[in-house]
């Protein structure tokens, strides 16, 4: 009769939660989306969905969470009144696809 031996159970160390890295690599650096899922090492839907209640969250405090608007590279358009946080598909004005993300940073 074989013995099996159990392994010890080691828990994991602490992190932070997903939005607290994320407030981390946005104080004081300018990241889009993008940049900020490969930082943290969640999908880039996922970060947008995190910097929805980031940016209420802020507001209790003394910080803000500032966005640069995206911007089609064909024209120029600046998407400055959009309140989504996500990449818009295409520009309104050339329908051009070839948009810059928007970038986001704590001050």
């Known amino acids: 009769m074989k013995i099996k031996l159990k ?7 602490k992190r932070e939660t997903f939005r607290q890295e994320i407030i981390s690599v946005l ?3 300018t990241l889009s989306a993008r940049e900020i899922s490969a930082e ?11 910097l929805g209640h980031i940016r209420m969250a802020v507001r209790k405090s003394k910080e803000r969470l500032m966005i640069a608007p ?3 590279k064909k024209c120029g358009f600046r998407f400055k009144k959009r309140e ?4 818009p598909g ?7 696809q070839q ?3 928007p970038r ?3 001050s």
């Open 70 to 72: 995206a911007e089609c």
């Open 27 to 29: 104080t004081g650096r």
């Open 99 to 101: 948009i810059q993300e």
């Open 104 to 106: 986001f940073s704590i």
């Open 90 to 96: 295409k520009c309104p004005i050339c329908r051009s």
């Open 40 to 50: 943290v090492g969640i999908s880039e839907k996922e970060v947008v969905d995190h």
């Open 7 to 13: 392994k010890l159970f080691v828990p994991q160390e």
């Open 84 to 87: 989504r946080l996500n990449k």
